[in-house]
């Protein structure tokens, strides 16, 4: 048996590239269905070859995660992309993206493209927020590629998604990054200054060895519900080393006295930015839970 990855579904076929750099088409063996599991792009799997060009998937490894949008699995990390302007960064979108991305188990880079248009030091602001939380903030301009040899770095031997906003150039930067496909892309509307979405399916592209990009936005919905609010706080990178030492063992960090995260606020080892979405995010599921009941 060979082992590989899927790169895409279509009409109940799966198209597996192994160690050797073929790309076979293949189908399901029926006992996927009997357990209820489906093949989906981002797998690791064992195939069993009938020909140079067919075969039949026997085994799907464990994944260490699944994304519903985009339907993928085995996502080693996302590159969140926000521009510097148009649109202008919206700091609340940016911690939910980040939120989603740690409770998957993903790694996140946070990339500020439109470098050109930061006429108001919005960079050194995320810089001197989310540096200091522990993610890696990079710069691009993807008309001009500066930026793109580090973003080719970060991507090189991972399967990495990209997520962000329509407009601040997701697409651009995919089309820079690769040139086996050609992403639509659209200039951000002078009216409601945002883009609109250009993709529409999902596919892995294998850019360069062992390394691969999906070719659609992850992580499009901003809805927290499936995070309970006792969860929320292992969201937040900065939180990971606290979480425990606080003197009630059921503390969430909010009205509790003798915390440590709260400390740590105080200090100035937490960014108070940071504190703020998570008491605001925490209070919205604590109220969505209460209207359920």
């Known amino acids: 048996m060979q082992e590989g990855i899927i790169l895409k579904g279509i009409a109940g076929f799966y198209y597996v590239k192994v160690k ?59 590159i969140v992309v926000f521009a510097a302007k148009k649109p202008h960064i919206v700091f609340s979108l940016l911690d939910k993206l980040l939120i989603q991305i740690e409770h998957n188990n993903i790694e996140a880079v946070i990339c500020i493209n439109k470098s050109d248009l930061d006429d108001s030091q919005i960079i ?8 200091k ?5 990079i710069t691009t301009n993807a008309l001009t590629g500066e930026g793109i040899d580090k973003l080719k770095e970060i ?51 294998d850019i ?32 990971k080393d606290y979480i425990g030492k606080c003197k009630f063992t059921s503390c969430m960090h909010y009205k509790e006295t003798d915390c440590i995260i709260k400390q740590a606020v105080k200090e100035g080892i937490i960014p108070f930015e940071r504190y703020n979405t998570y008491i605001e995010i925490l209070q919205e599921l604590q109220s969505s839970r209460r209207m359920k009941r």
């Not at 050194?124 to 540096?131: M, R």
């Not at 329509?166 to 690769?178: A, E, M, R, W």
């Open 20 to 78: 050797d750099g073929r790309t076979i088409e293949c189908k399901a063996r029926g006992k996927f269905r009997n357990c209820n599991l489906t093949p989906v792009i981002g797998d690791r799997v064992f195939i069993e070859e009938i020909d140079n060009n067919s075969g039949v998937i026997k085994e799907i490894m464990d994944r260490k995660n699944l994304l519903i949008r985009p339907y993928v699995a085995n996502i080693d990390q996302a």
């Open 124 to 131: 050194e602001k995320v810089k001197s927020i989310y540096e």
């Open 133 to 137: 939380v522990g993610y890696k903030v």
């Open 155 to 205: 991507l090189r031997g991972k399967v990495s998604v990209f997520a962000g906003p329509s407009g601040v150039g997701k697409s651009t930067l995919f089309n820079k990054i690769q040139n086996k496909v050609k992403m639509e892309t659209q200039d951000v509307s002078e009216r409601i200054s945002r883009g609109r979405h250009t993709t529409r399916h999902a596919e892995i592209i």
């Open 208 to 239: 360069d060895y062992d390394t691969y990009v999906v070719d659609t936005p992850g992580f499009s919905s901003l809805d927290l519900d499936f995070i309970k609010a006792d969860e929320l706080q292992y969201a937040f990178k900065e939180f």
